[in-house]
């Protein structure tokens, strides 16, 4: 079955520094990944969409890479700031069985210190 | 434009009894879904509808059901809560269905 895993434990950065994110998933050729964040309390907010033929996507501090090689996704919010700590979650969909139906991870809790 | 509009926002149920979560969205959407949330379990999709008139099952569809009729609506119903079923409730939208997914505020339910 089609498995998508995002580290569990939170990700500590200071602020400034990179943050990276990881996404892998299993059993699945997705035609596009979508990246979410998600505060406590609220419903996730879309942030950037790449496509199975798109290797890199940008916007603004945000750059997220898309390997079907490796079948991961690596999610990077440069200079980050103590309001990019959220939760963030990446979502698949489309490609051989996924159809109509976007499938979400878990999700990683970043966390900015001062 | 507000969007998605879940209501509502909380709800405690006992087992066994009914109720229906509404979702309305003012974007003129084809595409609208139901997830439901867990701690450590993610989003996982109930069912979604392409269209007016069209729904299908998602990833945990059972003791759900929907119905489709405008556009604009797209209600989950619980015809038999279940403890099991609490849970928080997401509804989303968007355009088609690789497009980006605007979602609602979420529905807070406890079954008892």
């Known amino acids: 079955s089609q498995k998508i895993e995002q580290n569990s434990e939170a990700l500590n950065i200071q602020e400034g520094k990179t943050a990276t994110l990881t996404c892998n998933y299993t059993?699945?050729?997705?035609?596009?990944l979508q990246w979410y964040r998600q505060d406590p309390g609220r419903g996730p907010v879309f942030l950037l969409l790449i496509r199975e033929n798109e290797k890199e996507k940008r916007k603004e501090r945000l750059k997220v890479t898309f390997d079907t090689t490796l079948k991961q996704s690596l999610f990077h919010i440069t200079a980050s700031q103590p309001a990019d700590s959220a939760t963030y979650l990446c979502a698949l969909a489309g490609g051989r069985g996924g159809g109509n139906k976007l499938t979400f991870g878990t999700g990683t809790q970043l966390k900015v210190e001062l | 434009n507000a969007g998605v509009t879940q209501t509502p926002k909380f709800q405690v149920l006992k087992t066994g009894q009914s109720m229906t979560l509404q979702c309305a969205q003012d974007m003129n959407h084809e595409y609208m879904s139901w997830y439901r949330q867990d701690p450590g379990m993610g989003l996982r999709l109930i069912h979604y509808s392409v269209g007016a008139g069209i729904t299908d099952q998602g990833e945990v569809p059972n003791g759900y059901n929907v119905s489709r009729s405008t556009t604009e609506d797209f209600p989950l119903r619980l015809l038999s809560a279940a403890p099991s079923q609490t849970s928080v409730y997401f509804c989303?939208?968007?355009?088609?269905?690789?497009?980006?997914?605007?979602f609602g505020e979420g529905s807070r339910l406890t079954v008892l």
């Open positions: 989303a939208s968007s355009r088609g269905t690789a497009g980006e997914l605007f």
């Open positions: 059993n699945y050729s997705p035609a596009y």
